[in-house]
């Protein structure tokens, strides 16, 4: 039987929150490839080496806790938000880490951890296990670009000196990833863990808008090409043609928005936007695509404005393994009889990824308030306790 050591598990968890400290409650900036990343990922690293694994950094800067033989592989990500809480992803990494250096202890040797790169999608959508799962090649990848327009191949080449080759999925057995819930339904209508039935699909991609930037006071509004005056009727009829086809758990957000040149005395030539939209359902997904390309064709071409579609990035829903499953739901009623529940995820995760090579499973514990993506994001400890045991005998089930 797996016994991870909670104050050692609570105290890494503590000390990967100094990478990044935003000063504000508990709150980390620490996006994918900035300096507090990668001084993070070399301290994981070294956390790693200790607790007698392998540690391995692949082109991406997915970074691997490599055991003895094949195993089952722990993790998520350590990549913040750039106003971010200090458990998303990072919880998932040291939990693995926790259980993994405690198999060691107890003679069981051939299990791996994970911290993937760029979950937060910096650069695309869960970049760092899409590549190395293989849904987005390197070369696809590189030609990325943040909001800032730095391309990922300019990014990752700050890690190039930690960098190796890619791991094959074939020397792991399975993928269990735990993670703070990022919702409120453990909050508040009660729970220590839930296991995660399916996780949601997701689409992303950028949308352009350009008109004819002109003087603010000596242009009618009738004779305006206004690329933002555009943008704001695309996202009114969206919301009326989306009724009907959506359900209560749909979700769709417009989350970015640039205008050029951003004058106050300038009609905006351009505006570029970033639309996502997340179901279980791969064919309303498509649905839904549908009406954003025709709405957007629309409205441009009634305007006098051009329109460009950048690419589509998303992946599939996806169901948890029924083994990996049973593994975590007997072993949340061992730990916390009848204070569990399954929930599905509308928060996207690298298993997704990871499911193309491996059975993959998921843990979640409660948010409180239901926060994430912001520095108020929190979990009570005794919850981040039960989540580590929870996880740990599932890890012991698994292997027998």
């Known amino acids: 039987m797996i016994e991870p050591d909670v104050d050692r598990f609570l105290a890494d968890l503590r000390h990967l929150r100094t990478f990044g400290t935003a000063g504000v409650l508990k709150g980390v900036s620490r996006p994918a490839y900035g300096r507090p990343d990668i001084e993070a990922r070399e301290w994981l690293a070294g956390r790693m080496r200790e607790a007698g694994l392998t540690p391995h950094f692949d082109p991406m800067g997915n970074l691997f806790g490599l055991g003895d033989g094949p195993g089952l592989l722990l993790g998520s990500h350590s990549d913040s938000q750039p106003e971010g809480g200090w458990l998303d992803g990072a919880l998932g990494v040291i939990a693995g880490l926790e259980v993994v250096r405690a198999a060691r202890e107890a003679g069981i040797t051939n299990l791996s951890c994970v911290s993937f790169q760029d979950e937060e999608g910096m650069f695309g959508v869960t970049t760092g296990s899409s590549v190395w799962a293989g849904h987005l090649s390197l070369e696809e990848a590189d030609k990325l670009t943040d909001g800032n327009g730095e391309t990922l191949a300019d990014s990752r080449a700050r890690m190039a000196h930690l960098a190796g080759d890619f791991l094959s999925p074939d020397q792991f057995t399975g993928f269990l990833e735990m993670h703070i819930e990022q919702g409120p339904v453990l909050d508040t209508e009660g729970g220590t863990v839930a296991v995660v039935s399916h996780i949601v699909g997701i ?59 951003n004058a106050a005395s300038i009609v905006p030539g351009k505006a570029t936007v970033s639309i996502q939209w997340r179901d279980s359902e791969t064919a309303r997904l498509a649905e839904m695509e549908q009406i954003i390309r025709t709405t957007v064709e ?4 009634a305007r006098g404005l051009s329109f460009e579609f950048g690419p589509m990035l998303g992946l599939d829903p996806v169901d948890m393994d029924r083994g990996l499953r049973d593994a975590l739901e007997g072993a949340a009623e061992e730990v916390v009889p009848g204070d569990w529940r399954v929930i ?14 491996l059975p993959v499973a998921m843990l979640f514990v409660p948010s409180i308030g239901g926060i994430s993506h912001d520095y108020a994001e929190d979990t ?7 989540g580590l045991r929870v996880l740990a005998r599932a890890a012991s089930r698994l292997i027998g």
Do not use: C
Request: aromatic share 4%; glycine share 8%.
């Open 203 to 261: 689409r992303d991609m950028r949308v352009s808008l350009a008109g004819q930037q002109n003087h603010a006071g000596t242009t009618p509004m009738r004779l305006r090409r206004d690329a933002f005056q555009g943008l704001a009727e695309i996202n009114a009829k969206l919301v009326e043609r989306f009724d009907g086809v959506v359900t209560a758990q749909t979700v769709w957000t417009v989350g970015r928005v640039t205008l050029h040149p």
């Open 298 to 301: 629309e409205v441009a071409t």
């Open 344 to 357: 599905p995820s509308g928060a996207l995760h690298d298993s997704t990824n990871v499911a193309k090579h």
């Open 380 to 386: 009570d400890e005794a919850d981040l306790a039960a």
